[in-house]
């Protein structure tokens, strides 16, 4: 029997935001600002998405917002993660649709063609999150979900040497070997971010970050 993460939002004395699942930092509030430019390159042309990990819920309101988005589906494996963001936000748009689901189980029922866009940012454990093997399986069903000229948006990378407690933290040059060779091209925007004194994934309490959008011809 498998058991269920501890999971919880934490909130500083000066109004940071942490969410932790079984004690890692899998999202913190300065991330915010990287989240809404990550999903605005998403969205620039419209139509509908899917994201892949709830988190704080930045890039899902961000994406759902937009005024060319039709509908936006989330999929978050925890239900804690799913309550906490419904307490949060208990009016979120309407054409933002939740699934509490494992996305690896979930993969063999994404319609093909049916997104113009997928931002790609759940909390795996590292061993899973570099695994090649599974990375080879479940990505191509996932870029034959995206229809022509369809976007992927992974989680931001960082420049530096990634600390030892980050999960899918990664640079820059790890992030293309990952996923250009599933891709036509590949955009890259750089954005300076500020961390917190405390937060534990990061090469740094600021820097540069670097959200990379690929795309199908």
């Not at 998403?42 to 899917?50: F, K, P, S, V």
């Not at 979120?92 to 063999?108: C, M, T």
């Not at 369809?150 to 600390?163: I, N, Q, T």
Request: with cysteine; aromatic share 10%.
């Amino acid at each position: 029997m498998t058991l269920a993460p501890d999971i919880s939002l934490v909130r500083g004395a000066d109004g940071e935001v942490t969410l932790l699942i079984d004690g890692v930092q899998a999202m913190q509030g300065w991330e915010a600002e990287l989240m809404w430019r990550s999903a605005d390159l998403l969205c620039a042309g419209g139509g509908d998405y899917l994201e892949v990990g709830l988190g704080l819920g930045y890039s899902a309101l961000r994406i759902a917002g937009h005024p060319g988005t039709r509908r936006h589906t989330v999929i978050e494996k925890h239900a804690e993660v799913i309550d906490l963001f419904r307490a949060e936000h208990p009016a979120a748009p309407e054409n933002l649709d939740i699934v509490h689901a494992d996305f690896f189980d979930h993969l063999e029922r994404l319609p093909q063609a049916a997104y113009d866009g997928v931002f790609f940012d759940p909390e795996l454990p590292r061993e899973l999150f570099e695994d090649r093997a599974r990375l080879d399986e479940f990505m191509p069903r996932l870029v034959r979900a995206l229809r022509p000229g369809g976007r992927f948006v992974p989680m931001f990378s960082l420049d530096g040497a990634v600390p030892d407690a980050a999960t899918c933290t990664t640079t820059p040059a790890a992030m293309l070997d990952r996923y250009l060779r599933f891709f036509d091209r590949v955009e890259v925007v750089r954005q300076p971010y500020r961390a917190y004194a405390g937060t534990e994934y990061t090469p740094s309490d600021h820097g540069d970050a670097f959200i990379l959008c690929f795309a199908r011809a």
